[in-house]
């Protein structure tokens, strides 16, 4: 039979393997040596000057978020968007109308391409000059669902990138700098964003 000492030595040696154990266990989980990826239309951890880069999309640590994405909205299914977690990234704005027919040609493209840059050069639509249900009847049909869609249907971000007709697309690089706005048919816009993504 034990004593009552053996007993009491053996349950406080159990207690210290699980504290290890458990001790152990929270410092891994604690630090995985990856960064945490923010979704696109997430609020940003960081201080509004600056913007988290996945390590798989841009450069380590934080970047500073140029004035051509400090700006926010909602999706066409209303999502809270905001550009500042693109920074760091190249990035095309595609202003499109649902009555348009060269914006239902060029939808295709944009349906095709985009998922597979979604993390290196996010096409983002930026839909405007209908109503909501044109827009959403809009991104339906051309299989849109993947690629965000912001609902502008104010013109806001219209009028904040000067664009005056649809459809335009608006080429932003990782620096922020507007390289390209205007028209692109499929094959320009497929070269073009294959380029930026190397």
Do not use: N
Not at 108 to 133: N, Q
Request: aromatic share 8%; charged share 20%; hydrophobic share 45%.
């Amino acid at each position: 039979m034990r004593s009552a000492r053996t007993t009491r030595r053996s349950t406080g040696a159990v207690a210290a393997v699980l504290l290890a154990a458990t001790l152990a266990a929270a410092g891994c989980a604690a630090d995985t040596g990856t960064e945490a990826v923010r979704p696109v239309g997430a609020p940003p951890t960081a201080t509004p000057a600056v913007a988290a880069a996945s390590p798989s999309t841009g450069p380590a640590g934080p970047v500073p978020v140029p004035d051509t994405l400090r700006f926010t909205g909602k999706t066409l299914d209303g999502a809270a968007f905001d550009a500042a977690a693109l920074a760091g990234r190249p990035v095309v704005l595609w202003f499109w109308a649902p009555w348009c027919a060269t914006c239902a040609s060029q939808a295709w493209t944009v349906a095709e391409i985009a998922p597979g840059f979604r993390d290196t050069v996010p096409i983002i639509g930026v839909a405007g000059l209908g109503g909501h249900r044109a827009m959403t009847d809009f991104a339906t049909e051309f299989e849109l669902g993947p690629v965000p869609q912001l609902d502008d249907r104010e013109g806001v971000l219209w009028r904040r990138f000067e664009v005056v007709e649809q459809s335009t697309f608006v080429i932003i690089d990782r620096d922020g700098r507007v390289i390209h706005q205007g028209y692109l048919d499929g094959e320009d816009l497929t070269r073009r964003v294959t380029a930026m993504a190397a």
